[in-house]
C-alpha cells in the first residue's frame, strides 16, 4: 500500500500530449504539489507540459516506483508486461472497460492479474481513480478537487473507496487520504486496511463498499475486527436493493452479498454501519470538530418549545436521554424566567431571553447547563440569523466563547435557512458543529457515544 | 376562521408605548402591510407609533372585528370580558402562562372560555403567535418572517401549528397562510381544517400537531377524511416518545396520545404523515415546484457509477421502481459511448461526456430519457460547480431549458457543497427542484406518486 501512497517517482503512462480530461490534468497536478520525480511516458511525443516525454517506461533513465496506466484497454496487458520488466513495485490502472464491462474486459483483466503476479507487482484497479495523498501532495486523481488546495486537507481521515466519487469528500468534508479500490483485481480492503491501521496520520477509516470478490469475507472481517479496536471503521455499505446489487456488479464487478448478513457481521466485528452519505458526513464532522461524549446525558436550549418537543422524540429513538437537570442548575435558570414557568430540559428561553436580552440570558444558561454533571452534550437551537432583526438577537458569538471553556460537545440546529459562511463562522469555535436538522445533530452525538464506549476516547 | 385571517379592524389590546419585542412589533408590522384598521388599545397611552390609542376597547369610536391580547395574564379574563361588551366575533390571546403553565393558569383560561362562549365570541389561544395571511398582509406575529416581505409569501400552503416556530417557514418555504392554534381553548384543527378546506387561495394544508384534548379525535379525523379528498394534507406528529409527551403537555397543554395508533388513524383519514420537518420541507418544495407524477418508473443520469447503485437501493426502498428504457432510448444513449459500455438506467453518462463533452451528451442524454414513455420522473446527478473547472462543465443550464419542454418531474442531486445562489438558480426552471441527498429527492418522488394516485392531479 506504501507504494501507492507515498512513492518517490511515478510515471503516467498514457498521458495525452494536448489538454483534455484525465491524465493530462493528473500530470499537471503532480507538477504543481508533488515533490516525487513525475515520468510522462507516450510513444508520440518527446515533451509534455514541459516535461521529458518517454516512448515506454521501459526508457525511463531512473528507478520508478509507480506506474498509472490510463491508455485504452487492449494496451494495458502489454503496458503491465513492461512495469514488470522496468521493475516497478506497483500499478494503478485507471482505463474503465474491464471485469465490471464484458467477457473480453474480463479476459484481459485476468490477464494483468497473472502478469503482475508474476512479476511481483502490486496491482490497483483497474476502473479506478488511484490515491491521494494530502500530506505529501501525491495525487493520482484528475480533477481540480473542489478547488481546495491538498495542503489544506490534511484531515486524519482515510477513504477507501470502490469509486472515484469520493475522493470529493463527504459534503463539505475531504479525506486526507483516499484509495479507489475500483475493480479490486489484487489490492484490496484488507490491504487498506492494514495499511491505516499503523498509519499515523489516520485517526479514521471510512469505506465505501459495493461488495467483496468470491471468498474475501472472513480475512476482511477478521481486518474489520482488530482495526477497529484501534480505529473507529465507518461504513457505508450500497447495492442493498436486487437492482442496487446487480448495477454493483456491473459497476465494480463486486458480489454485494446479502445486505442484513452483511452489515450483521460488519457491526459485529465492531464498524459502525452508515446508511447513506449523510451519516458518513455528520459523523465524520463530529468526530472532527468536537470533544469525546462521557455520557448519554443531552440537554437542550431552545427558542421554541415546539423543538424542544421534537428533540425529546430523537433523543430517546438514538438510544440517549435528555439530562436530569439539577436543582441548583434550575434555580439558576428560574432567575430569568416568569415564576408561573416551570423550568426543566429543553429549556424553552424565550420568554426570558425576550424579557432580559438573549445574549446576557443564553450566555448565563449555556454555562449553568453545562456545568450540570448529568450533562455530557448540549444542543443549542436558535433562529438562523437571516435578518437585520435576527442579527441582533445572535447568539453565536456566546455560543462559541462559553463552548470553549468546556470539554462537552456542543451541537447547534438553526431554524431557518442559514448561510454556509454563518455555518462556517460558528464552527470555528472548539467544541461546536452545527447539523442541518435535529435529528441529524442527536445522531452525531449518538455515533460519539458509541465510540466512547468502544475506544474510551480519541 | 374567516374573521381572524381576514378582519376588517383589529385593535390590540395591551400594546407597549416604547419599541420592545412584542406587540408593539406587531403594530409596526401591521401600520406597513395591513389595509384594514387597526386600534392599539393601552390605558396609559393616547398615541403610539402616530396612531391614536385608547384606554380601553370599548372607548374605540367603531365596530372591531377582530381584538389581539398581549396584556399580563391576570388581566386578560377581564379584557376579554370587554370585547365580549365590545361585540367583537374574535379574540387572538398572544399572552403564556395559562393551561400549559399551573394551576392557577388553568383556571384563567376557564374562566376565559367561560366568557367568550356566554359572549358568542371565538377565542384563538391563548399562548399564541397568532395568525398570518401573506394575501391581504394582516399578521399578528412579531419578528421580521426572516426578512421576506408578505406579499412575495402568497403561496398556496397554509400551515396550522400548535406553535408559533412555524410562521418562519419549514426551511426555505414560507406559508401564505398560517395559524397558531397554541392551548386550543376554543378554535381547533376541525375549525382550521373547515376553513383551508373551502379557501381557494390553499392547494396544501399542512398540521404541526403535539396533540388533541379530551374526545376531539373522531371529529377531527373525520374532517381529514373529508379534506384529504380534495386537497393533500401532511402532518407532522410531535411528541412521539415518552418524554416528549410530556413535554408536549407542558408546551401547549395538549394529550398527545399513542403515536403509532395516532398515525396509523391519520394514514388511514387520507392524511400523509411526514416525520421530520426535513420531509415536510422537501414535500411541500416538491408539490409546489414540480408536476403531477404520473407512474413510479424513476429514470437517473450519473456522473458516477457509484451514485446509481445507491439510488437503486432508495428508489427501491421508497416504493417506486428504476424505469425500464426501451431499446430506442438505449441505441440514442449508447452513440455517445464506447461499444463495451452497456447502456442502461441509471444512466452513467461520465465516459461519454468526457469524451464528447458534458453540456453536448448531457442534452441529448436528458432528452432521450425523458421521451421515454416508461419514465415518469428523472433524477440528474453532478457535481457542484465549486470551482472554475467544475463550472466549464456545469449542465444546469441544459437541465433547466429541457426539463421545462416535458411535464416530468426531474429532481437534481449535486454532489459537494453548492452554493444556495446555485441552487435558487436551477430551480428558476420549470419542473425542476434540487433536494440535499438522493434519498430526499427519491421520497420526494415517492410523496407526489402518492398525492397523484389519491387525488388524481394537482
Known amino acids: 500500500m506504501e507504494v501507492f501512497l507515498k512513492p518517490r517517482s511515478v510515471a503516467l503512462v498514457g498521458v ?27 510513444p508520440h511525443a518527446s515533451e509534455i507540459l514541459g516535461v521529458k516525454a518517454y516512448r515506454s517506461i521501459k526508457d525511463v533513465p531512473a528507478d520508478v516506483d509507480l506506474a498509472v496506466i490510463s491508455t485504452k484497454r487492449e494496451l494495458v496487458p502489454q503496458m503491465v508486461e513492461e512495469c514488470v520488466e522496468k521493475g516497478v513495485h506497483g500499478v494503478i490502472i485507471v482505463t474503465q472497460g474491464f471485469a465490471e464491462a464484458d467477457a473480453e474486459g474480463q479476459a484481459l483483466q485476468e490477464e494483468i ?19 491521494l495523498n494530502a500530506f505529501n501532495g501525491f495525487s493520482t486523481t484528475f480533477g481540480s478537487l473542489h478547488g481546495v488546495p491538498l495542503q489544506e486537507r490534511r484531515m486524519p481521515v482515510a477513504i477507501v473507496s470502490q469509486t472515484g466519487f469520493f475522493v470529493l469528500g463527504v459534503g463539505e468534508l475531504f479525506p486526507g487520504k483516499f484509495v479507489d479500490l475500483g475493480n479490486m483485481c489484487d489490492v484490496d480492503f484488507v490491504d487498506a486496511l492494514e495499511y491505516f491501521e499503523k498509519d499515523e496520520e489516520t485517526e479514521l477509516i471510512i469505506l465505501h463498499m459495493e461488495g467483496l470478490h468470491g471468498k474475501d469475507g472472513r480475512r476482511f472481517l477478521e481486518a474489520v475486527m482488530r482495526v477497529a479496536r484501534r480505529k473507529p471503521i465507518l461504513v457505508l455499505k450500497t447495492g442493498r436493493s436486487e437492482k442496487g446489487a446487480e448495477l454493483a456488479a456491473s459497476h465494480t464487478g463486486a458480489m454485494t452479498g446479502n445486505y442484513r448478513v452483511y452489515t450483521a457481521a460488519l457491526r459485529q466485528a465492531g464498524a459502525f454501519v452508515v446508511s447513506d452519505i449523510d451519516e458518513l458526513q455528520d459523523f465524520t464532522k463530529a468526530f472532527l470538530r468536537l470533544p469525546p461524549l462521557r455520557g448519554a446525558g ?22 440517549l436521554r435528555l439530562s436530569e437537570l439539577s436543582t441548583e442548575t434550575i434555580a439558576r435558570i428560574q432567575r430569568w424566567m416568569p415564576a408561573w414557568m416551570q423550568v426543566r430540559n429543553p429549556v424553552d428561553i424565550w420568554v426570558g431571553a425576550m ?22 452534550a448540549l444542543l443549542c437551537i436558535y433562529f438562523a440569523p437571516m435578518t437585520e ?3 441582533k438577537i445572535d447568539v453565536s458569538d456566546v455560543i ?7 470539554e462537552k460537545p456542543v451541537v447547534v440546529w438553526l431554524y431557518g435557512y442559514p448561510s454556509a459562511e454563518y455555518v462556517r463562522k ?12 435535529i435529528r441529524r445533530a442527536v445522531q452525531a452525538l449518538a455515533f460519539l457515544n458509541a465510540v466512547s464506549s468502544r475506544l474510551g476516547s480519541h
Open 400 to 406: 462559541k466563547e462559553v463552548a470553549a471553556e468546556f
Open 355 to 376: 424579557a432580559h436580552g438573549p445574549s446576557k440570558v443564553y450566555e448565563d444558561v449555556i454555562r449553568a447547563v453545562l456545568c450540570d454533571e448529568d450533562v455530557a
Open 389 to 391: 432583526e435576527h442579527a
Open 426 to 437: 460558528l464552527e470555528r469555535g472548539r467544541n461546536v458543529a452545527v447539523f442541518p436538522t
Open 113 to 131: 492479474v497473472r502478469t503482475a503476479k508474476a512479476g511481483g507487482v502490486r496491482v490497483l484497479g483497474p476502473n479506478t481513480m488511484g490515491v
Open 16 to 42: 495525452p500530449r494536448k489538454e483534455r480530461p484525465g491524465a493530462y490534468v493528473t500530470l499537471l497536478n503532480l507538477l504543481e504539489s508533488f515533490d516525487g520525480d513525475v515520468y510522462p511516458v507516450n
Open 298 to 319: 443531552v440537554a437542550v436550549i431552545t427558542y421554541a418549545g415546539a423543538a424542544g418537543v421534537m428533540v425529546a422524540d430523537v433523543v430517546e429513538e438514538c438510544g
